[in-house]
């Protein structure tokens, strides 16, 4: 443990998060490392900050299937675009083959989107705010890194719609917010700011994201916030009436936060000594008591 991180981050990284019990990176799968107790302990903790900002913001937390039928999947073509070459695909049922290739989530839009057109009905509806706790699956090409580049990610989503741009671009401002109190609540610091048109989510209007600074001096992007207007409303047809009785498309927004904020949390506060966890989040909790005397 004494690597000066800022020497050596990544050997120090790699030595922490497998010697305190974070991860086990020995699955026969590239990407998909197991959570032993310790290091899901932390992740829960870590959840259950991020749930108690959600609730606060009035989410109500929902739970969606992991498989997305294919046609459902290709009904945003933008979307599509962004994640073609990412993607885990079931084709068989057994030793059948299916009659509908079916992908694994590496977003929740397709799956939850369609199911939005019947919830929503009238502007007595909305706001529509739902956020889930889930895995998602990504087929990532690149070096696989544990907490930051995975192909299994833990995954935080909420996913909102409203009755027009302005109550969206409300929403975001209250996502933002969010942030500030989880950010505080783990002591992260970070940037944010709003991305450029090429790096924006696929289907977005416009991507704010959020990097904080690991000792190496790399940023590393933690969560992100995606402003939608009414792009992926057209493609599923999740509109309601208003009070006159007209049909209008919702504006949709989407809040997402992944297991990269274990990776922050190691890098962030940790030293050359091991491992230091905010006590907001930390599964062992320990108190040091002073005891006046001399002879104590």
Not at 261 to 279: F, W
Request: with cysteine; glycine share 6%; proline share 6%.
């Amino acid at each position: 443990m004494e690597e000066e991180i800022e020497d050596d981050f990544s050997t120090w990284y790699n030595n922490i998060i497998e010697k305190t019990g974070l991860t086990d990176k020995r699955y026969p799968v590239k990407g998909l490392n197991i959570w032993p107790p310790y290091g899901w302990a932390l992740m829960q903790n870590i959840d259950s900050v991020i749930r108690e900002k959600f609730n606060e913001k009035g989410y109500k937390e929902v739970n969606f299937p992991t498989l997305i039928p294919k046609s459902q999947f290709d009904r945003e073509a933008e979307h599509i675009k962004g994640f073609s070459d990412e993607v885990y695909w079931v084709t068989k049922g057994g030793s059948s083959d299916l009659e509908e290739k079916l992908v694994l989530r590496p977003t929740s839009e397709t799956a939850m989107y369609p199911i939005f057109s019947l919830w929503v009905r009238s502007h007595s509806d909305l706001p529509l705010r739902i956020y889930q706790i889930v895995n998602t699956f990504r087929y990532e090409t690149k070096q696989t890194r544990s907490f930051i580049r995975v192909r299994e990610i833990h995954f935080i989503e909420g996913h909102t719609c409203h009755v027009d741009y302005e109550d969206s671009e409300r929403q975001v401002m209250d996502d933002i917010e969010i942030w500030k109190g989880i950010a505080d609540s783990i002591s992260i610091p970070y940037i944010m700011e709003r991305r450029p048109e090429w790096d924006k989510f696929p289907g977005a209007f416009y991507s704010i994201g959020v990097d904080t600074f690991l000792p190496s001096g790399r940023s590393l992007q933690i969560a992100t916030i995606h402003q939608y207007k009414d792009n992926f409303s057209k493609a599923y047809d999740i509109s309601y009436t208003d009070e006159k009785g007209n049909r209008k498309l919702v504006h949709q927004t989407t809040f997402g936060i992944s297991e990269r904020l274990v990776a922050a949390i190691v890098g962030v506060h940790g030293d050359k000594k091991g491992l230091i966890l905010p006590p907001s989040v930390a599964p062992i909790q320990v108190v040091i008591v002073p005891i006046p005397g001399e002879n104590v």
